[in-house]
């Protein structure tokens, strides 16, 4: 499965709203939604924007859509830096506000949505995420044996996001890519989805052989790097080779282990040995990949409880507080959930 790019559009004041509510309509249009679904993400669209005015001076709006459980879903989350809720939760009630209006923003939001969920701290500010499906989902639906999630904006000004991942989840391997084309624009972009073609198209399961192989396919691009993570179901082991500035590393709680990759440009020059980072898969553990547009010394210690939420939340969290915005943006989370 691919996680396409993000469309970020700004939301600070309401001369942009007309604009941000217009082009979210016809992507959910363009994605196949019906009028009434349509509707209803426009209500939402409409609830999300006008919360960044009036209770954070502004904000940014993420939005893609994206194959997922048979049927296409498209995915809108609010960022804003303002003085943030001490208890998200109670506020998603309907009749709750803290501006005076009639606070009935978030429980129309949740109700439309399939996915809904709220996450802020005092002083730091809220991410509010929500999912609206085309089809109808079971009632009943089996946690799957792991989750990825991935946040990825295009530097500001470019069409297109020069890094891309992939993630494909099997019943006995999780395989994870992120990659990041040198430069940004049509070129980089280019290069990174010629490199998760090969992934796409790989047998192999081992990182390092899926890198040469990447290595081998790119050359006539600019080139780009990537790390690569392979989760084995039965060994319980997660096998990680990189090449080029991804930042990778485990996190559990507060306990972080970093993963050194190789220097080196896939499609120009790798080293003659590349080999696998092991590390034995513990409860609750995250992955967590980073491009260079997110700074180097990011980190979540003071999120506490944020592992709970959606990773999708995770990797908000972490674009909203170190996307450097000079450059493409990526942010990857996974989980295992089931070892058995």
């Known amino acids: 499965m691919d996680n396409t790019a993000h469309i970020s559009f700004n939301a600070e004041d309401r001369s942009y709203f007309a ?32 919360n960044l005015i009036k209770h954070a001076g502004g904000g940014e709006i993420l939005v893609r859509t994206f194959p997922e459980n048979d049927s296409e879903v498209i995915e809108l989350i609010s960022i804003d830096k303002g003085p943030g809720m001490s208890d998200p939760l109670r506020m998603i009630e309907d009749g709750m506000s803290t501006a005076n209006t009639l606070g009935h923003g978030f429980g129309a939001m949740k109700r439309l949505s399939d996915t809904f969920q709220v996450y802020s701290l005092k002083e730091w500010g809220t991410i509010v995420l929500s999912r609206v499906y085309k089809d109808e989902l079971p009632h009943f639906r089996k946690k799957p044996s792991a989750e990825v999630r991935s946040i990825i904006v295009a530097k500001p000004g470019e069409r297109v996001s020069g890094d891309g991942a992939y993630f494909s989840l099997q019943p006995k391997l999780l395989k994870i890519f992120l990659g990041d084309g040198l430069g ?88 003659s040995t590349l080999k696998e980072q092991e590390t034995e898969n513990e409860r609750g553990q995250v992955l967590i990949m980073c491009s260079d547009g997110i700074k180097t010394r990011w980190d979540l210690q003071r999120h506490l409880g944020i592992f709970k939420y959606d990773l999708t939340i995770v990797a908000a969290a972490i674009y909203k507080d170190f996307a450097r915005r000079t450059d493409d943006m990526s942010v990857v989370v996974g989980r295992i959930n089931a070892t058995s």
């Open 19 to 50: 604009i941000l509510k217009r082009e979210i309509h016809h992507i959910a249009i363009n994605a196949g939604f019906t009028a009434s679904k349509t509707g209803e993400i426009d209500i939402i669209v409409a609830e999300m924007a006008s």
């Open 184 to 271: 940004h624009g049509p070129e980089a972009h280019l290069a990174v989805q010629q490199a998760i073609q090969v992934v796409k198209t790989s047998v192999n399961d081992v990182p390092s052989e899926i890198l040469r192989q990447i290595h081998a396919d790119v050359k006539k691009t600019r080139g780009l790097v990537g790390t690569m993570a392979v989760f084995d179901f039965k060994e319980k082991k997660w096998r990680i080779c990189g090449v080029g500035n991804i930042a990778t590393r485990m996190q559990q709680n507060l306990v972080v282990k970093n993963h050194m990759s190789y220097n080196g440009v896939l499609g120009m020059n790798i080293p």
